[in-house]
């Protein structure tokens, strides 16, 4: 059977559980050498647990997100407990051929260790070129196989190659073989478990050194985004035998080690909430001024774009500008480093005079939670953004925005343009601790 046959077998077999390279003695085409040449190629190159182990076993992880994950922000990160963290997603025809969108895109310095390359690619040899490019630079390449969103429909990349699993081979299997830096890759889910774990082991066999699970629907997005599924995220770490990484429902720092627990994954990344809060892994709730000042800091010694500046200020500053809305309008405004610099003094002086008329100082450990599970942090401390279309009347979210009768610009949002091309994590966790007590 080919690798296009048992792709077939399993789309219309909801049941089939064998990967593709196990569904048949058959090696495929595009599989020209065997795993011992390709160790004899690369002897030095590690794989699966060797690999992970010499990164540092990292458990904390930051996800690849468009425009938000450059090196300013990792920098950020890892002081505050990240291990591990990826690029924005880059795209690999235009990385591979266009000198100025490199070097706009990729930044990197000799401390920043381990950080893995994210690509999207539809076309092998593109991608290779691509990843040749940070070879020395990177610990690993990544292959985005789950950006959901209508750019990566139009480019034909990410999660709309899901249903092409001879291309996803190839493309890493062209790595695999070619590289001399190990393969990783990001998935998302199907609706059967079954199918979830046919894909991933196809993953697997096609050389991918750890395996990301986003665990959620490649149509599961936006205001549709929902719940991870762990359980699918579980079944794939008891499958396959290199490390899988766990994607989605992450909102406060214990919700880490209950996914681990819950799943048994090597490690958690975390999307969206980090953007909110780059203290997450610390467990720390800092003030979002203070986050911004760091931020700053960091990028006045590392060239960032003003683009990606001002998103993350958006993000920090999520339940502040409307309550402030002249600030607000003043950040859009903002081109420099010295507007930044005057709009986050303005802003910080704001929210401490708001700290101060609360009448006591913040103590993190006496923070309660709403009805439904979401802690009840002032406007000026780091917290998740919350989607809160189950419980629109009471949920910490709408409390929050309610009080300024003001909705967020559509600059504030993420998709894959701007912010987190998975959109994973700003989730219903009250829905999440329902279903798990029921």
Not at 26 to 53: N, Q, S
Not at 201 to 224: D, F, P
Request: aromatic content about 8%; hydrophobic content about 40%.
């Amino acid at each position: 059977m080919t690798v296009a046959e048992a792709e077939a077998a399993v789309a219309t077999t909801p049941t089939a559980t064998k990967p593709i390279e196990a569904a048949s003695t058959e090696r495929p085409a595009h599989f020209t050498m065997t795993e011992d040449e390709i160790v004899a190629k690369f002897p030095t190159r590690l794989r699966g647990y060797d690999f992970y182990r010499k990164m540092g076993s990292p458990k904390n992880i930051v996800a690849p997100m468009v425009d938000q994950s450059e090196l300013a922000w990792r920098m950020l990160s890892r002081k505050y407990g990240a291990d591990l963290c990826y690029t924005p997603m880059f795209h690999a025809k235009m990385f591979a051929n266009e000198l100025k969108y490199r070097t706009e895109q990729w930044q990197t310095n000799e401390a920043e260790r381990p950080v893995i390359v994210q690509f999207c690619a539809n076309d092998p040899d593109a991608l290779l070129k691509a990843a040749s490019l940070v070879v020395g630079q990177a610990d690993a390449v990544d292959l985005n196989l789950g950006c959901p969103q209508h750019i990566a429909r139009r480019g034909h990349y990410g999660s709309f190659l899901m249903d092409e699993w001879d291309l996803v081979s190839k493309l890493i299997r062209k790595l695999h073989e070619n590289l001399e830096i190990p393969v990783t890759a990001k998935i998302r889910v199907f609706p059967e478990i079954e199918k979830t774990i046919a894909y991933a082991k196809m993953v697997e066999a096609a050389g991918a050194q750890i395996i990301t699970v986003h665990g959620r629907l490649r149509e599961q997005k936006g205001h549709k985004t929902g719940l991870a599924d762990w359980d699918k995220i579980k079944a794939v770490k008891d499958a396959v035998s290199v490390p899988v990484f766990a994607n989605g429902n992450i909102l406060y720092q214990e919700d880490i080690q209950r996914c681990i627990d819950a799943t048994n994954v090597d490690g958690v990344m975390s999307a969206e909430t980090n953007l909110y809060n780059p203290a997450l892994f610390s467990g720390k709730a800092l003030p979002t001024w203070q986050m911004a000042e760091e931020y700053l800091e960091i990028c006045n010694d590392v060239p960032t774009k003003p683009a990606f500046i001002r998103g993350h200020l958006f993000k920090l500053f999520r339940y502040s500008l409307p309550l402030h809305t002249d600030l607000r309008q003043k950040l859009v405004e903002v081109r420099d480093m010295d507007g930044y610099w005057q709009f986050v003094r303005d802003m910080k002086a704001r929210l401490m005079a708001d700290a101060s008329a609360g009448g006591s100082e913040f103590d993190p450990a006496a923070v309660v939670s709403d009805d439904f599970g979401y802690r009840k942090y002032p406007h000026w401390i780091c917290q998740p953004a919350l989607r809160f279309e189950h419980d629109k009347e009471h949920s910490q979210s709408k409390r929050l925005l309610n009080e300024a009768q003001a909705d967020m610009p559509s600059d504030a949002t993420i998709d894959c343009a701007t912010g987190s091309c998975d959109n994973v994590d700003g989730e219903a966790k009250r829905q999440k601790l329902s279903a798990e007590s029921a």
